[in-house]
């Protein structure tokens, strides 16, 4: 949300107008928390209340002040922001003034000109009220982003000149969580969670939860092999430690069709599609592509990544 869509249209004078005049537009709306104070239209300050009450209220203040133009009592230092910036960025710079400015109204223009004004209270509404928003696209376990946000940066991606998907699987999860406990699964996908966080950290990276043990990452470049091989490592580095070892020899699990076989350590697979040889229109052309990369990936033992970057062969590394 930008900052435009909350302001408020307070009222605008020009830096000649004198402080008696200020003090009739605070008298005759007790509601009124700021003036702003504008040259050929462009906001060059404001007076809040406060610091005009402050002002005027000294020992010879009123004499000192009330005829004179209010360019004596403008605070030069407020806070101006074009319509356009997000409301996260504004809030950011409001709690960053002193803290005798850190209540004031935030000055608001559109094509340099004055817009409006927003109170801090209203911002902190808005504030809440994304962080709201954005926490039910979140998966609740690793707090990344969900499927509905998943699915909007695939859409952008296809738009992209360069990108890779990467999917993130995790192989013989279903035993462990058998063997173990949902709770102690969580903790492999907390471990998992982190390592991808460390690595998936560029400024225009996205890593997202699809659910469970799935996990996607879009990246604007190709430049992914390097970044597969130090997941990997990461996380075979410790897998281990989430296992009583004596398990990996005695315990026997039931697979999918309900055969018994030996408890296997996870492992993780990762497919990576690129459009540096394939073009993709829509997004389910390019799940279908991932779909497919991963059941191969999945089929060789221990912890892997394949890429479709080369259209005559895949490249595998373990």
Do not use: W
Request: net charge negative; aromatic share 10%.
């Amino acid at each position: 949300m930008k900052i435009g869509e909350v302001i408020e249209k307070g009222p605008y004078i020009s830096e000649f107008v004198k402080n008696k005049e200020v003090d009739k537009l605070f008298t005759s709306d007790p509601t009124l928390r700021s003036v702003v104070v504008v040259r050929d239209e462009k906001p060059i300050g404001h007076i809040t209340r406060t610091h005009f009450y402050q002002k005027i209220g000294t020992r010879y203040g009123y004499n000192l002040f009330m005829e004179r133009q209010n360019r004596l009592v403008v605070k030069e230092d407020s806070l101006i922001v074009d319509c356009n910036r997000l409301i996260t960025e504004v809030s950011t710079l409001a709690m960053s003034r002193p803290p005798e400015d850190l209540y004031d109204d935030i000055i608001v223009t559109k094509n340099g000109l004055y817009n409006g004004m927003v109170s801090i209270r209203e911002l902190l509404l808005k504030l809440v009220e994304i962080q709201v928003t954005i926490a039910s696209f979140l998966n609740p376990l690793s707090s990344l982003p969900g499927n509905k946000l998943i699915d909007e940066k695939l859409e952008e991606a296809l738009q992209r000149p360069q990108y890779s998907l990467i999917y993130f699987d995790l192989d013989h999860f279903k035993s462990y969580n058998d063997t173990y406990g949902f709770n102690k699964g969580d903790k492999i996908l907390l471990y998992l969670t982190d390592i991808l966080k460390r690595h998936i950290c560029g400024m225009e990276d996205f890593l997202g939860h699809i659910g469970g043990d799935d996990f996607v990452a879009i990246l604007p470049h190709y430049q992914i092999e390097d970044i597969c091989q130090k997941i990997i490592a990461d996380f075979d580095a410790n897998i281990l430690s989430f296992y009583h070892l004596e398990d990996l020899t005695y315990v026997q699990v039931a697979n999918r069709v309900g055969e018994l076989q030996p408890l296997t350590c996870t492992s993780l697979s990762i497919a990576v599609i690129t459009n540096e040889c394939q073009h993709f229109d829509f997004v389910e052309q390019l799940s279908n592509a991932i779909a497919h990369l991963k059941k191969e990936c999945k089929k060789i033992a221990g912890s892997c990544y394949l890429i479709n970057k080369k259209p005559a062969s895949l490249q595998t590394v373990k």
